[in-house]
């Protein structure tokens, strides 16, 4: 069985930094894309960043491109989202996810496995 476990969220001013882990475990880690998505008070789940099996290509949603930064520890099972320059806007519940196939994909349906989420709280 697959498990995610995200953690390093918390409380933080605008401005200020974060960064974000997920420990996989229950399925071999490195031939799978990981995502991180976040969903905010009365929003849909949104897409904020994936990376590819070997962590050579990344994607990222506009409006966290040049301030996020997600990476991967294949030897350690553990992708990263490091989070700069944050805003309010950016409060949410983060959840990573493993993709189901190739590629490195933003749509939140080409995803299997979640984990539970961690929250990020971005006082102004």
């Known amino acids: 069985q697959v498990q995610l476990v995200e953690s390093g969220g918390g409380l933080v001013q605008a401005g200020g930094s974060l960064r974000l882990s997920c420990a996989a475990s229950?399925?071999?880690?490195?031939?799978?894309?990981m995502g991180w998505f976040r969903q905010a008070p009365g929003k849909e789940r949104e897409f904020v960043s994936s990376?590819?099996?070997?962590?050579?290509?990344?994607d990222y949603a506009d409006s966290v491109k040049g301030r996020f930064t997600i990476s991967r520890d294949n030897a350690k099972n553990t992708v990263y989202l490091q989070m700069n320059s944050l805003k309010p806007e950016d409060t949410a519940v983060y959840y990573c996810a493993t993709a189901t196939g190739l590629g490195y994909p933003s749509n939140a349906y080409e995803y299997d496995y979640w984990g539970q989420g961690t929250q990020v709280t971005v006082s102004s």
């Open positions: 990376i590819s099996w070997n962590g050579g290509n990344t």
């Open positions: 229950g399925r071999t880690f490195s031939w799978f894309a």
